[in-house]
């Protein structure tokens, strides 16, 4: 085991983040020189001539891009370089700014194409954090504030980003970019902002170490305190969250106390580090005392407490501070106390600013804005440094024991500092622009318990990771003086992120007990935005070559290398995991050499036998106390494990020989029930047999590896062997591995069933392995089910006879729990065929052990009676009724229908199904076959036929057998399915049920996919099917209430908006499916509806049906099926079903002909009101007269349907020449049923049907449809009116005939001259162009005049006339 970098987090929108922070330096013509700009992230190549240009430079955080400009985006820059960079320690926020813009990004899970959890940094906030004029970004670090919940004490709560400017400033901002808290505390810019946080004291005499935030400016040091500044922190951002709830300004807070230092005697200061209080020992004390005060200088009697701060850069290069605690109080204390009562009484008022009472700031004017005064820092003089002229020291890195540093140089050095002792200990060359971190690494508790000092605290190891960017390096080192023990090639544009601290807010109380999970070091990829960590294992810090765990750890490395080689010869190999195996001393190593020996799948079986042998062999010869119990338990039973894998081997390969035909009298019943269920299993092996897609490794012949096996099983401490159930795949490898040669009888099954039970394995698990495997290789079971059977009786026998198998007191007038648990395998499976074989031949292995225990006990003749048996007989009955089933089910649907896979039934699904499960697949399979309504009808009324024949039959003495017989062979095989399944359940498929369950399916499809308006057709030809007036109201109620009713509201209020048909994109939008489609939904709810009202009239004529399961199937318990609940349904209010009939209907009628309506407006207020209501509902209906101007709208109305459908009917009757009396569709604008539907609609509304009538007949013959208009004449009551509006109608055909036609004749010329003066006028005035076909045969016209005269009387105004016309139509009529 060694050192790794893993990768647990990666970037999103990299790219994204570098734009926004390079947009003012991105060149314009970018994306027309390189495409490719997309992909610049991935490698990078612009440092090849600038990397090694000398020593000048330098890594500074605020420097700005200087070649962003110059470059093409397909060249990406280091670009992150450039930028102030901060990783919160928790890894759920990263910040990266430069100059005034940062991005925040934040933590997010998100799952892979593989289907895993990975944490990514997504961006989530992007601004500009400068506030005064030419600031900049100089350096910013996230810190995480710990909860104060009681749910999650010491936990992450939320994190503050503190930013500092070359202004001076220092802000404090959320997570979201809100600011907080901001003030000045040095007119020079901020150089490095660093925090320290609680750190749980290892040992007794290690100083607790306060919070801190220290801030390094050119000539000062400030420092604030940690709980302090938390609770500071904590109060804005919940002023912050209150002010914005109210909506009114936030209140500026009160600075912060802070300590200052002027660092002196010092030329320059680039970086610190702040190492926390220190108190000297007595000897310590007196030499400093000596040092600084001389020979007589006196010594104090405790020794003072010391703040320690170590500073690098030049004139010295290192710098050592100490601050006497106490001897500088914090500033602006006097200013907190100053402003609390002001702060307390802005908190609790919603005014905006610190004084007036409610004064608009708008009216205010604006104060000329002044810098707030800065306190003077306090002098503090070197105590002592490492004097370097030449030398610049870059950076300062503090380990996380405060008792080590590293300095990097501009000379390209690394330098270890002892900080207790001042001094350089140790010094590395040609890290030029390094990056130091520190990894501080705990003993694995497994090591230490095998450990001598095993009582004392967990050591702790300290590495120094140093990443150096010219060469693209990362490498580890162990302290104080170790070698390098990892090396890694990395990116040479990479960050090495160290926070150095923790969770601000904790203490030591609500430390105890809890380990935060924290990243120390962090490598940042701006290539691949991956962020890895660095893995060290403890062990490599122990630098002795004599540790044996060091040694082990070698051992392990050899030993894996060897395993990975596909070279290696076994005995090579068995011989070098011996001596490995035997040369390691750790016994956690040793077991783990030996886990992954045994996990190795391309070791032979002999090769670890062996190798295991040996093992256990050397432990055995050891003495007890030295030997680990763990390991030698492993050894022993993995060694049993393989010897059990080695015989079943053995045996699955040597031929049987003994005589099959042993027990083979003694399954003759079985072999009879074997043939009378045949047919039925060949029939199901030809449905289940088509060719289909597997893989080689899938396949269940495949030989089981020695690794699955040793996977799969488990010694005990008894010497047991246990079955471990993993996944169902590798559950059935092990049953054909163990079972299937016995099965196909090229095994011994005797000696496969005494080298199991001799290995210790229970029955019952052995059991549950042949069952699965036999169930899962159901096709090569079909395929010779008498030899597979016979062998599966015997292998039952043998493990019955097994020890532990049936228990000795079993009393066969109980259940047994070893046939419970077949009949429960054989229940739950979907494997129809291979479930019913295996109860066919546990049923008879449960009589015979019945029978054997009764003839032992009784000793007499009589049949033992037994509730096991009974048990049997249900469940074999059962599982013929689900072959069946399956069999119809799994018939292919015919090609281009909708529908699902084919569903698997079993008992437990039916069983759980209720007592509609049978009808549910049922009406399945009906939908996926697209079988008609009527069609299914025929067949279940040709069920019935056949219960009556087969009654015949028995009375007549089988005289239709021949008759019967012929139909059989004429019938469809689907047919027959179909009948044999209504046969085996008569009451769950009973006609209603089905009829029931087939009607929900299809709505239910139809809802899925309402463009598929035939589906809800079929729905409501279903219910029609129903016989039962009680189920066919609960489905309409049903139907309506749960699809029906929102989509129809849905059509009628777009109707109403738009005032006529709408067209289909609105259609769509509104209602969910286009215009066809909502014309035949509208038809249907027309239907569905009508339906509802039949049913609910025969109610009261017909007796409620009673609904029964098959006595096999009373154990049903599930949900109840759709005739329960139909019949649970209320009762209708009849009036209220009318009524949102007549508005279906006018809707239909609309959306058919296209009619500009407002269906609502044709209704009063109280009908509008009655819309849509629940119909079991009492609603208040409109009654008597309506007003007249709504019954003339409904009039139009209606009297444009009926010239719609006139027109309509002129064009389905074809040409001029076609017969006028030819039959009319059944559907569709031109369905003969309009009329009626039209004087039905007329009685409704309050519309006069005489007038609809006379309509329709002046339309008609202004169509030129004179023979369906004369039938309709016979049923106009008015034929005064009538004979009028004919007589207009009339004088139209002649005036065109005499004055409009273009072929006028001469015979037509003198008749109008002779004609008189008051006729000739009047058919001047006459105007044909109403006339939609003028041009008709003049008998047909001469017609219509003779039934003007036997329509008007006599005494008529126009009777004159109408004889004037009858005499001209004749001479016209003669002439021609």
């Keep these: 085991m060694s ?43 612009s440092d090849w001539e600038s990397a090694w240009d000398g020593g000048n430079s330098k890594e500074e955080e605020s420097a700005p891009a200087t070649t962003v400009d110059d470059e093409s985006p397909g060249q990406s820059e280091p670009w992150l370089q450039d930028c102030v960079v901060s990783l919160s320690p928790c890894s759920d926020l990263l910040v990266v700014a430069r100059e005034q813009k940062a991005v925040f990004l934040s933590a997010k899970w998100r799952t892979d194409d593989n289907g895993r959890e990975e944490m990514t940094l997504a961006v989530s906030w992007t601004g500009t954090l400068s506030a005064e004029e030419g600031e900049c970004v100089s350096s910013v670090i996230a810190i995480p504030l710990a909860s104060q919940k009681r749910s999650s004490t010491g936990r992450p709560d939320w994190t503050c980003v503190v930013v500092g400017f070359t202004s001076g400033y220092v802000r404090f901002y959320t997570e979201s970019g809100v600011l907080l808290l901001s003030q000045l505390l040095h007119e020079d810019p901020v150089l490095r902002l660093k925090c320290r946080t609680y750190e749980i004291p290892r040992h007794p005499g290690v100083t607790e170490q306060h919070e801190e935030l220290s801030i390094l400016y050119p000539a000062a040091l400030v420092t604030i305190d940690g709980f302090s500044l938390f609770q500071a922190l904590r109060a804005c951002r919940n002023q912050v969250a209150r002010a914005a709830a109210a909506g009114s300004d936030v209140v500026p807070p009160p600075p912060l106390a802070y300590k200052k230092w002027g660092l002196q005697e010092m030329d320059a200061v680039v970086d610190h580090s702040s190492v926390g209080i220190m108190t000297l020992c007595v000897f310590d004390q007196m030499k400093n005392a000596s040092n600084l005060g001389g020979f007589n200088a006196s010594v104090k009697g405790s020794p003072p407490a010391m703040s320690q701060y170590v500073t690098v850069g030049s004139g010295p290069y290192t710098g050592f501070y100490y601050a006497i605690e106490g001897s500088s109080q914090p500033l602006l204390s006097h200013v907190a106390l100053a402003v609390a009562s002001k702060l307390t009484s802005a908190l609790f008022s919603a005014a905006s600013g610190w004084l007036g009472w409610n004064k608009n700031k708008n009216e205010e004017e604006p104060a000329p804005k002044q810098k707030p005064k800065v306190e003077p820092a306090t002098p503090l003089g070197i105590r002592f440094g490492l004097p370097d002229s030449r030398r610049h020291g870059e950076s300062i890195c503090l380990s996380p024991c405060n008792t080590l540093a590293g300095v990097t140089d501009d000379f390209g050095r690394v330098t270890l500092l002892d900080l207790a002792r001042g001094i350089a200990i140790r010094m590395w060359k040609g890290y030029r622009d390094a990056q130091l971190g520190w990894l501080q690494v705990q003993e694995e508790r497994a090591d230490r318990d095998f450990s001598p000092s095993a009582s004392l605290p967990r050591r702790h190891a300290l590495f120094l990771i140093i990443y150096a960017p010219r060469r693209g390096i990362l490498e580890v080192w162990a302290m104080q003086r170790g070698p390098r023990v990892g090396a890694f090639t990395v990116g040479k544009h990479c960050r090495l992120l160290y926070a150095g601290y923790r969770l601000m807010g904790v203490n030591s109380v609500t430390s105890q007990g809890w380990q935060l999970q924290t990243q120390q070091v962090c490598l940042l990829d701006p290539g691949s935005g991956a962020l890895r960590t660095v893995n060290i294992p403890f062990h490599l810090a122990l630098s002795d070559k004599k540790s044996e765990q060091a040694k082990d750890m070698h051992l392990v490395k050899r030993l894996t290398t060897m395993l990975k080689s ?47 042998c040996a093992l256990n062999d050397s432990l055995k010869l050891q003495a007890a106390e030295e030997v680990d119990a763990s390991l030698l338990q492993l050894c022993s039973s993995q060694l049993k494990l393989l010897r059990l894998y080695s015989d079943i081997q053995q045996l699955q390969s040597a031929a049987d020989s003994e005589a099959a035909s042993a027990n083979q009298d003694s399954l003759e019943e079985v072999q009879d029930e074997l043939t009378r269920v045949l047919p039925t299993l060949q029939r199901y092996a030809q449905l289940t047999s088509k060719p289909s897609v597997s893989f080689a490794q899938d396949s269940p012949d495949m030989p089981l590896p020695v690794q699955a096996f040793l996977s799969q099983m488990e010694c005990t401490e008894d010497g047991e062997v246990k079955v471990v159930h993993k996944s169902d795949t590798e559950w059935n490898q092990l049953g054909n591995f163990m079972f299937w040669g016995c099965l196909c009888g090229r095994s011994s099954l005797h000696k496969v069933c005494n080298t199991l039970e001799e290995a210790g394995i229970s029955p019952q698990q052995l059991l549950f392995l042949l069952l699965s495997m036999w169930l899962r290789r159901e096709k090569e079971v079909l395929q010779k089910p ?21 228990e000795d007191s079993w009393d066969p007038q109980s259940i047994s729990p070893w046939w419970q648990q077949v009949r429960c395998r054989c229940i739950q499976s979907h494997y129809s065929a291979a479930a019913l074989l295996a109860a066919l031949v546990a049923q008879h292995a449960a009589k015979a052990s019945i029978t054997s225990r009764a003839d032992s006990k009784l000793q007499s003749e009589w049949e033992a009676v037994s509730l096991e048996l009974e048990q049997w007989l249900v469940c074999v009955r059962q599982l013929e009724d689900v072959l069946v089933l399956q069999t119809l089910l799994m018939v292919s649907s015919p090609q281009g229908t909708t529908g699902g896979a084919v569903s698997q039934c079993s008992i437990k699904t039916l069983l759980e199904g209720g007592a509609g499960g049978v009808a549910d697949s049922v009406s399945k399979w009906v939908f996926r076959q697209s079988l008609a309504p009527e069609r299914l009808k025929e067949i279940l009324q040709r069920k019935e036929s056949d219960a009556l024949k087969e009654e015949q039959e028995q009375g007549e003495g089988g005289k239709a057998e021949p008759e019967k017989a012929a139909d059989q062979e004429d019938a469809d095989n689907t047919t027959e399915l179909l009948l044999a399944v209504c046969q085996r359940f008569p009451y769950s498929l009973s006609p209603d049920l089905l009829f029931a369950h087939c009607s929900w399916e299809y709505v239910v499809q139809w809802n899925k996919d309402p463009e598929e308006s035939g589906f809800l057709s079929w729905a409501v030809e279903h219910v029609k099917m129903l016989s039962s007036p009680h189920i066919q109201l609960g489905i309409c109620t049903m139907m309506w209430s749960t699809f029906i009713v929102k989509r129809l509201s849905a059509a009628a209020f777009l109707m109403e908006k738009v005032g006529k048909a709408p067209k289909d994109r609105l259609c769509r939008r509104d209602v969910g499916m286009g215009d066809k489609a909502m014309t035949s939904f509208l038809g249907c709810c027309v239907q569905l509806l009508q339906i509802l009202m039949e049913a609910d009239s025969a109610m009261e004529e017909v007796p409620v049906p009673e609904l029964s399961v098959e006595e096999v199937w009373s154990g049903a318990d599930g949900p109840a099926s759709i005739a329960e609940l139909a019949l649970e349904q209320r009762g209708v209010h009849y009036p209220l079903v009318q009524h949102h009939c007549l508005l279906a209907s006018l809707l239909h009628t609309a959306m058919t002909f296209s009619l500009k309506v407002k269906p609502l407006g044709l209704f009063d207020s109280k009908g509008k009101n009655a819309f849509f209501r629940d119909l079991t509902t009492i609603q208040l209906m409109p009654s008597g007269e309506m007003d007249p101007s709504l019954i003339l709208l409904r009039q139009e109305f209606l009297l444009r349907v009926l010239t719609g459908w006139v027109q309509a009917v002129d064009e389905a009757s074809g040409p001029a020449s076609a017969p006028s009396s030819a039959p009319l569709p059944s559907s569709g604008p031109a369905a003969d049923w309009w009329p009626s539907l039209c004087l039905e609609l007329g009685s409704l509304l309050q519309v006069n049907p005489d007038i609809l009538r006379r309509h329709l007949v002046c339309e008609l013959y202004n169509q030129g449809l004179d023979p369906r208009a004369e039938q309709v004449m016979l049923e106009v009551e008015d034929k005064d009116v009538l004979g009028s509006q004919l007589l207009v109608l009339t004088g139209q055909r002649l005036s065109y005939c005499l004055l409009h036609s273009q072929n006028q004749t001469q015979a037509a010329m003198e008749l109008l001259a002779r004609l008189p003066p008051t006729l000739c006028t009047w058919l001047k005035a006459m105007d044909p162009s109403e006339l939609r076909c003028p041009l008709l045969p003049l008998p047909q016209t001469s017609r219509l005049v003779g039934r003007l005269i036997e329509m008007l009387p006599e005494n008529h105004a126009q009777y004159s006339l109408a004889l004037h016309l009858l005499e001209a139509v004749d001479v016209l009529a003669t002439d021609d």
């Design 3 to 45: 050192c790794s970098l893993v990768e647990f987090c990666r970037l999103q929108e990299l790219k994204a983040v570098r734009d926004l922070l390079f947009q003012s330096q991105r060149p314009e013509p970018a994306a027309e020189k390189n495409p490719t700009a997309d992909n610049d992230l991935s490698w990078d190549t």
């Design 566 to 612: 596909r070279d290696v010869d076994p005995d090579t190999l068995e011989s070098e995991a011996k001596s490995v195996l035997l040369e390691i001393k750790h016994p956690a190593t040793k077991k783990q050499a030996l886990e992954s020996l045994l996990s190795n799948k391309n070791i032979p079986i002999s090769c670890l036998t062996n190798v295991t």
């Design 786 to 806: 008498l030899e597979t059977v016979r062998n599966l009786h015997a292998l039952l026998v043998a493990l019955s006879n097994m020890k532990g198998a049936l």
